[in-house]
């Protein structure tokens, strides 16, 4: 008998992937951290390479039967050194290439954090990074968080009049407590990152400096935001934000921290790899040096940009006035509602945002003054400017219509309808 397929097998859950589908479709997916995998991708996930341990590296394994394993893994790595060799900072590309160390095998973007702190650090050593209420990461130091717990943290925050990081005051900060590890990265930052004002105050204070470019890696991959590769001496990035993998991550290095890092992640932190993982990362990599990706990432910037410029002529107040990347930042105080309201005013109109403290925040983190969008998923579908102008007006007036249900429901119909001109990456519709 023919082994059953999922909707024989689990109709509730293929009835749950079904609804996810549909919801995936039919709605503006503006979650600046989101996007649509590919078929390929999809694909490479679902495979039976999802059967497979593998704890080690290739060719140095702790189980047999590695023989297509370690190709797998062999070639998402020389994929990665390529395409992030190719904008690289600094050294140039053979320069970079050749001293370039990359490891696929954390499970996502906090454990690929994890093992830069395991691979460097003691407990109590001092981390600094953006703090979180400023748009950096919980890892990068937040109280909350292993990292906060274990180091002691000196975040660093945005100036108060135009919410920008302050080189200076990282500088002075750093001067004062004399970080081992300083990271430049964001989670909710609109604006490009000077990687090389972060390698100057390292190199002053002797820090290890690791660039967290889970945001920004399908850019950095593009040449569209400029790259820590060649600067920084660990990079960390997810998979599955604006590089289009799947759920994932990765980790650059120098070739003379390769061995720490790797240490770190296995068997520092982690068992045996996502070999299903790896392949899908290989496959987004393929895709991802091909010249249409370039043309994608230019895409998700110059979408971003209308798409804030038609917020502000509306009246919304855009963080920093604007944003150099895939994302914005609303303070919707001036729009007299909060981040959480408007959120699910607007998920109920079909577009999907998440609410979001803004610097300086008054109001709690679980209650917030802010929006964050994006454009990575919806520039995924082929929308462009006359649907980022379109958009713009439908968040003013969704927002504006918090509590009317019906206009709400008119709103996602509308949304509805545009979308179903844009057909998804990877979905079954
Ligand atoms: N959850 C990710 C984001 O939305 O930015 C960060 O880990």
Not at 294 to 311: E, M, P, S
Not at 327 to 355: E, Q, S, W
Not at 362 to 376: A, E, V
Request: glycine share 10%.
């Amino acid at each position: 008998m023919a082994e059953r397929n999922l909707h024989q097998a689990d109709p509730e859950i293929a009835k749950l992937i079904d609804d996810e589908n549909v919801r995936e479709h039919d709605s503006m997916r503006l979650i600046a951290s989101e996007n649509y995998a590919s078929r390929a991708v999809m694909e490479a996930t679902g495979s039976c390479l999802t059967n497979k341990y593998s704890e080690g590296y290739a060719r140095k394994r702790y189980y047999e039967g590695q023989q297509v394993i370690d190709q797998v893994e062999e070639l998402a790595i020389a994929r990665l050194k390529e395409l992030f060799s190719r904008h690289a900072s600094g050294g140039g590309l053979t320069g970079a290439e050749d001293d370039l160390h990359v490891n696929v095998q954390p499970y996502s973007g906090s454990p690929a954090n994890l093992a830069v702190y395991l691979a460097f650090l003691q407990p109590g050593d001092v981390v600094m990074g953006l703090g979180l209420p400023a748009g950096g990461h919980l890892t990068h130091g937040h109280s909350v968080s292993i990292t906060g717990k274990y180091f002691k943290s000196v975040p660093f925050g945005v100036r108060r009049e135009d919410h920008r990081i302050d080189m200076e005051d990282v500088r002075r900060l750093a001067l004062e407590h004399r970080p081992k590890l300083l990271w430049a990265g964001t989670t909710a930052y609109p604006r490009t990152l000077d990687f090389a004002a972060f390698r100057s105050i390292a190199d002053e204070v002797g820090a290890i400096l690791a660039a967290d470019i889970a945001h920004i890696s399908g850019l950095v991959a593009a040449g569209v935001h400029p790259s820590p590769i060649g600067i920084a001496d660990v990079v960390t990035s997810t998979t599955h934000k604006t590089f289009r993998g799947p759920r994932g991550g990765m980790i650059f290095c120098k070739k003379t921290h390769a061995s720490a890092i790797d240490k770190a992640v296995f068997p520092g932190l982690q068992g045996g790899p996502h070999n299903h993982t790896t392949a899908a990362i290989a496959v987004a990599a393929r895709e991802a040096l091909d010249p249409s990706f370039t043309v994608y990432a230019q895409r998700v910037v110059d979408n971003a940009k209308v798409l804030a410029a038609g917020l502000v002529d509306l009246g919304f107040d855009v963080t920093t006035g604007g944003t150099d990347n895939h994302l914005m930042l609303l303070d919707l105080t001036r729009k007299n509602i909060a981040g959480k309201p408007a959120a699910r005013a607007l998920d109920r109109a079909g577009i999907v945002g998440n609410y979001n403290a803004v610097p300086f925040d008054p109001r709690k983190p679980f209650d917030p003054s802010g929006l964050r969008i994006g454009t990575p998923a919806v520039t995924s579908r082929g929308m462009g400017k006359v649907e980022m102008e379109k958009l713009a007006v439908w968040i003013d007036r969704a927002i504006g219509s918090a509590t009317d249900e019906a206009e709400l429901g008119q709103i996602a119909q509308e949304v509805k309808d545009l979308c179903a001109k844009f057909p998804a990456p990877g979905l079954r519709i």
